[in-house]
């Protein structure tokens, strides 16, 4: 199978790592790829994976390295060509039918290409989800009183992709107010905040739930909690997100019993009933809430991705020992019923090192040292190149991570710092505090 995936982060090098792991992976492309993704070889046969130089959502040009390099299944790493269509574009082309595009159509993808198609597909299911009303500038009004029934902190989100930036949680009245007129009135986030969905605030803790759909059939791969903020104990600017474990410890058999009963039927089951089946990864972003009647955690939807988190699948997907090509061709072919997902046990915790500065401005192109040292963990490039002179240098805000597999997450967190410690750049940052914040609650949960 020749295999063309698109994407260029950490996330790309990981899938990219478990399809050229793959028996059935021939050839193996990435559009654009990273320095990690070009030093990698296939397990089958030896041959080097190739870089190309096509933008993810430039599709005449994915079309064209289609139907020359006799491309037979392509993955879709990143959300913006699953929201453009790249999907139905595949559908529409003669010469591109029989290609198996792993990632939903245009329909579905508005599960993260529009928070009010998201919230009013949940509402229409019964998915628990945090009470919520859509606003325009003519219903301004109508979402200021709103707002006053309401209680604090206020959530506001603009309605389309805003680059990870159009949720605000405001803790006043008077703000909520004032950022509520500026997505709507002064268009804040552009066209993305011409509608704003106001909810409710939901109190508990994050972890992200990840679906293989073929459509009708589903597989629950591991979960995952991510660190999305810059600073340590969770503080300062969101970034793409600065580390990851997998699983998630409260996630146990009672809660994703809930999760797949609540959340996961229902929502393949009513993409499949309103004639949208969904082919590919769905990415649950969920709140577990404590239930002041019975004292259990409930999973309620705070967002869904059709794609797979970064870096959350720098944890999950070293933990599949599935075979990858074949499990998503069955995603095509819709039977992966008939198939049973390998997972391995262990933990794995993912650290993510980023540029100086990051999440603000930041440079690039810095040599980067000491990766050929690292051993036991794998190291999963985001942001890098390699240079004129063979040199690996950064090339974007996140760098690279170092993911670490091991039978407890003290010691897979322990083993990915020590290997992170022999990699180093000029202004290289990382928290020192990933995966701090399970720990302390197994530890409060064992003192019980
Ligand atoms: P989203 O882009 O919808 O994932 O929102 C970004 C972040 O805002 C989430 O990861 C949560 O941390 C937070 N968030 C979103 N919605 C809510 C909510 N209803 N209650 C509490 N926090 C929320
Ligand atoms: N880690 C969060 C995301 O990928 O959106």
């Known amino acids: 199978m020749n295999v063309l995936l698109l994407g260029s982060g950490g996330r790309e090098h990981a899938i990219a790592c478990s399809i050229a792991a793959s028996k059935q992976c021939s050839q193996l492309f990435v559009a654009p790829g990273n320095a990690g993704t070009a030093l990698l070889k296939l397990s089958s046969n030896k041959s080097a994976v190739t870089n190309v130089a096509i933008s993810p959502t430039d599709f005449p040009a994915i079309k064209d390295f289609c139907v020359a390099n006799n491309i ?24 591109l039918r029989k290609v198996m595009v792993i990632g939903p159509s245009k329909v579905c993808a508005q599960l993260e290409g529009s928070k009010d ?39 506001l989100k603009a309605d389309g992709l805003a680059a990870g930036k159009g949720v605000l949680i405001l803790p006043t009245l008077e703000e909520a107010e004032r950022e509520l007129t500026a997505m709507l009135k002064d268009a ?6 011409a509608k704003v969905v106001v909810e409710e605030y939901l109190d508990g803790i994050e972890l992200s739930v990840f679906v293989l759909s073929d459509g009708k059939h589903y597989k629950i791969l591991p979960t995952a909690k991510d660190y999305k903020r810059i600073g340590e104990g969770d503080t300062g600017l969101n970034t793409g997100g600065m580390g990851s474990v997998s699983p998630v410890h409260f996630a146990d058999k009672q809660f994703m019993k809930k999760v797949e ?21 769905i990415f649950v972003g969920l709140m577990a809430v404590t239930n002041e009647a019975t004292g259990e955690l409930d999973p309620y939807v705070i967002e869904y991705n059709v794609r797979m988190g970064d870096p959350e699948t720098e944890s999950v997907f070293p933990r599949i020992k ?25 933990t794995a915790a993912c650290v993510m090192a980023v540029a100086g500065g990051y999440p603000g401005s930041y440079e690039k192109g810095h040599p980067i040292t000491g990766i050929d040292q690292v051993e036991g963990s794998m190291v999963f490039h985001a942001g890098t190149r390699i240079g004129n002179d063979g040199q690996m240098l950064t090339n974007g805000g996140r760098v690279l991570c170092v993911t670490t597999l ?26 020192r505090d990933i995966g701090q914040d399970l720990l302390k609650m197994i530890v409060a949960k064992g003192e019980n």
Request: net charge positive; aromatic share 12%.
């Open 406 to 431: 091991a039978d407890s997450m003290p010691e897979a967190l322990l083993r990915s710092y020590q290997e992170m410690a022999k990699i180093t750049w000029q202004g290289i940052y990382y928290r």
């Open 261 to 281: 009963e609540r959340i996961v039927v229902p929502t393949v089951k009513g993409l499949y009933q309103e004639g949208t089946p969904y082919k590919g990864f």
């Open 322 to 346: 599935s075979d990858m090509v074949d499990l998503l061709e069955r995603v095509w072919r819709g039977n992966l019923q008939q198939t049973t997902l390998e997972i391995d046990p262990r």
């Open 117 to 155: 198609y998201a919230k009013a597909f949940m509402q229409r299911h019964n998915i628990p989800t945090a009470a919520y009303r859509t606003f325009t500038t003519a219903s301004l009004k109508k979402g200021i009183a709103f707002l006053h029934t309401l209680k604090p902190p206020y959530v």
């Open 72 to 95: 037979n299944m392509v993955v879709v790493g990143p959300e913006a060509p699953l929201v453009a269509g790249i999907r139905d574009y595949f559908e529409s082309q003669p010469s």
């Open 188 to 193: 804040k986030f552009g066209e993305a905040s």
